[in-house]
């Protein structure tokens, strides 16, 4: 199944709005086994709008659309899709009700008749009731093309999609979708893609695909067959020749992140954690803490972002970073060792580098030490990030991570 994804906004043009539906949607269908060929984003204008579905209509199978379900004069996407597919829209009247229920419960603003334009759907269709907001979704089939109306803020958006879209397109098939995500940290995107080329270009079910993530990369195996324990056993055998020919260096299969990853182990092994930061300024603690379930595993940290706060919160010596520099290895290590005592966890990662745009005079800009300890022993990873200033922060703390799982694993720490 081809799809389009036409999203309604003038605002979306205008900037003021970024469209994050579109990219959260193309990953979700693409979960689904859905191919996502077509973004098109059109302005509050009927003429236009009508253009954009001729369009779509013509090259897609499934088109997606979201926003312009409102109850305001320039919500116009349910009245052109109704009239592009010869459909009338007619009064649903469990939405109307669930409106003036809604307003009466949350009392914030009062009910107005043009409330009610939202309970107006295409004749015949799915209704897809929204327990987020007040805009109903929809979908409907005609002349051979489906179309999947929901409504345009992300936080209505994409849980709509998951209870209600979701299932309608896997009904539509007739078999399960099925897909593993091999996630993979320390190659590139094109290193891989040269391993797995020749076998991904003759695969059809199931298949392999590469994805290109922050400082990562993922792989996904996705198979398509009558139960979802007959499309697993498909995924199966690529799955493990991939975890085969990449190694260590397959951090997880279905997991989120680097950082959920450890969590979970230090968890389960009742582990805690400290961070000593420099260049990433905190990056390290924020993106560990953002996880539920944080607070049971980091202890705390510091950002230690001059040499004098180095020396005082974390007790290195001021002659060791005036003979090392404060970007070297024996300082990362002092900063890894020093946070750990400090705070009293089990473990400690510092990083300390140039981030740019300015060097030191002695390291180029990207240079980075980042060091992990426990009570025994402290390891050091040098890096040589090259350029871009976020890029190097997010890497700088992604290594962390990498070290930090690679030691609960059991795995060399400082190579990747």
Request: with cysteine; hydrophobic share 45%.
């Amino acid at each position: 199944m081809n799809c389009e994804i036409l999203a309604v906004g003038t605002e979306l043009l205008l900037g003021n709005t970024v469209n994050t539906d579109a990219a959260d949607l193309s990953v979700l269908l693409s979960g689904l086994g859905v191919n996502v060929f077509w973004h098109s984003v059109v302005g509050d204008n009927p003429a236009r709008l009508r253009d954009a579905v001729a369009v779509a209509r013509r090259r897609a199978d499934l088109i997606v659309t979201t926003g312009g379900l409102g109850p305001t004069y320039d919500d116009l996407t349910k009245t052109v899709l109704a009239e592009a597919f010869g459909l009338k829209l007619v009064l649903h009247q469990d939405e109307a009700d669930f409106l003036r229920d809604w307003f009466a419960r949350n009392g914030t603003s009062p009910y107005t008749d043009n409330n009610l334009q939202q309970a107006y759907l295409p004749e015949g269709c799915t209704v897809f009731h929204n327990d987020w907001g007040t805009a109903p979704g929809c979908a409907f089939e005609a002349g051979g093309v489906h179309v999947i109306m929901l409504p345009g803020p992300p936080r209505e958006c994409l849980p709509m999609f998951k209870a209600c879209a979701a299932p309608y397109i896997k009904a539509l098939s007739g078999e399960v979708i099925f897909s593993r995500q091999i996630r993979v940290f320390g190659m590139g995107e094109s290193a891989i893609e040269a391993l797995f080329r020749a076998e991904m270009e003759h695969m059809a079910n199931p298949s392999l695909a590469t994805y290109a993530k922050f400082g990562e990369v993922m792989l996904r195996a996705t198979a398509k067959a009558p139960t979802e324990a007959e499309a697993e056993e498909l995924c199966r055998p690529v799955v493990e020749k991939v975890k085969a020919a990449l190694g260590h260096r397959v951090y997880g299969v279905d997991v989120d992140s680097l950082e959920a990853l450890c969590l979970e182990s230090m968890t389960d092994r009742g582990l805690t954690l400290s961070a000593a930061e420099s260049l990433t300024g905190g990056l390290i603690g924020e993106r560990f803490t953002a996880l539920p379930g944080a607070s049971a595993v980091f202890k705390g940290g510091a950002v230690t972002y001059c040499d004098e706060v180095k020396a005082a919160l974390l007790c290195i010596d001021p002659a060791l970073i005036a003979e090392k520099g404060a970007v070297s290895r024996e300082v990362a290590e002092a900063m890894a060792g020093g946070v750990r005592r400090a705070v009293g966890a089990d473990l400690g990662l510092s990083a300390t580098g140039l981030a740019g745009p300015d060097g030191d005079g002695v390291h180029p800009v990207g240079t980075v030490y980042v060091g992990l300890a426990d009570k025994d022993r402290v390891w050091v990873r040098e890096l040589h990030l090259g350029t871009g200033r976020a890029r190097v922060r997010q890497a700088a703390a992604s290594h962390a991570f990498d070290m930090l799982r690679r030691y609960l694993q059991g795995l060399p720490i400082e190579t990747w």
